[in-house]
């Protein structure tokens, strides 16, 4: 299957600090990505959907500056939670999407302290 | 409301034995499903599909059935493994248009 990558894989960033998660498509051109979140013991929760060269598309309740979306390329796209707390620690995962099929990147585990 | 619905949280089978994971669903343009399996601290991995025109498609040990008319699909795993503890997500798709999830059943492997 495709390949996706997740950088850092592991961050840990002090309270009101902002802090910068890349995912890109290794071996192809993804036109939408995702980014999704999951608490622990939870499910996935769809976070935005990030189009090449367009804004990004937030989910009801994702806070649109907080979570800054970036789609410069059609092999990257980048995640930026602005101004973190402690509540927004978590494991952040992307997929790039193919026709009938989503490729999850290996996730990013935030810690913010 | 929740296009993409598992409504077991979790479920435990013995090793050897077959697992049986469900999944509903309530759209019925949905023409594309897919099982996804998650490990802890992992993404999500692609585990096999099935298209609406089918009513079922085996990989291995993975076999996934379809039926269009209950809205309902299912994911059997036979024999059980040790290594299939995880999470596994039921998915749809209506055409090209984004993927949605279940939210996921944790799969536990009994020795």
Not at chain 1, 23 to 40: E, G, H, I, V
Not at chain 1, 98 to 112: N, W
Not at chain 2, 77 to 87: F, K, L, Y
Request: net charge neutral; with cysteine.
């Amino acid at each position: 299957g495709a390949v996706v990558s997740q950088h850092p894989s592991w961050v840990i960033c002090k309270s009101g600090t902002s802090v910068k998660i890349e995912c890109r498509s290794l071996d192809f051109q993804a036109t939408t990505m995702f980014w999704y979140r999951q608490f622990p013991k939870q499910s996935l929760m769809l976070m935005a959907t990030s189009n090449e060269g367009s804004k990004a598309t937030y989910e009801q309740g994702v806070e649109k500056d907080k979570f800054l979306i970036n789609h410069a390329s059609l092999t990257l796209s980048t995640l930026t939670v602005t101004s973190a707390h402690p509540e927004d620690s978590s494991f952040y995962i992307c997929s790039a999407h193919r026709v009938h099929e989503q490729y999850f990147g290996p996730g990013t585990r935030l810690t913010v302290t | 409301d929740q296009q993409v619905k598992q409504n077991s949280p979790s479920l435990s089978v013995q090793e050897g034995r077959i697992s049986i994971l469900n999944c509903d669903y309530t759209n019925s343009m949905f023409d594309y499903f897919l099982w996804y399996k998650k490990y802890p601290a992992e993404g999500p991995t692609f585990l096999i599909s099935i298209s609406s025109i089918k009513d079922k498609n085996e990989d291995g040990r993975f076999t996934v059935f379809l039926n269009k008319s209950a809205k309902h699909l299912s994911l059997h795993i036979v024999p059980s493994q040790p290594g299939d503890s995880a999470v596994y997500f039921c998915a749809a798709s209506e055409g090209d248009d984004k993927i949605i999830f279940g939210k996921g059943t944790r799969l536990h492997i009994l020795p």
